[in-house]
């Protein structure tokens, strides 16, 4: 599967953006799914994740409660809602996808991977 990042941007904090990954090529509802993103100086770190049917979603600490994962199976597509947006969420911001039925939050369980877009948050 092929994955395309898109809809990062420069806002304020307490801003939102929705980032969108689109994929092509095998069946996208066979796939977990997941957001990773990179901020300068850091390391790659678990955002979000969600298992193939959009049921069940699991979220890093740090966003919690402002960040939300969902999926469109019928249009091949994971979006992530930022909303109340911090300046440490800037970042370039990977999806991911995982052959594995399971939930993961680590990196190297993910079989594909899009290029980043970046979000940068200004205070």
């Known amino acids: 599967v092929q994955l395309q990042a898109s809809g990062g941007g420069l806002v304020q904090a307490g801003g939102s953006l929705r980032l969108s990954c689109a994929a092509s090529g095998r069946t996208f509802s066979s796939y977990g799914l997941g957001w990773f993103r990179q901020g300068p100086g850091k390391e790659h770190e678990f955002v979000a994740a969600?298992?193939?049917?959009?049921?069940?979603?699991v979220y890093a600490d740090s966003v919690k409660g402002r960040f939300t994962i969902s999926r469109d199976n019928a249009k091949n597509t994971m979006y992530l809602q930022m909303n109340s947006l911090k300046p440490e969420d800037t970042a370039v911001y990977y999806c991911a996808a995982k052959s594995s039925i399971l939930l993961s939050r680590t990196a190297r369980d993910y079989d594909y991977w899009g290029q980043g877009t970046l979000v940068t948050v200004s205070s």
């Open positions: 969600i298992i193939r049917t959009g049921g069940i979603t």
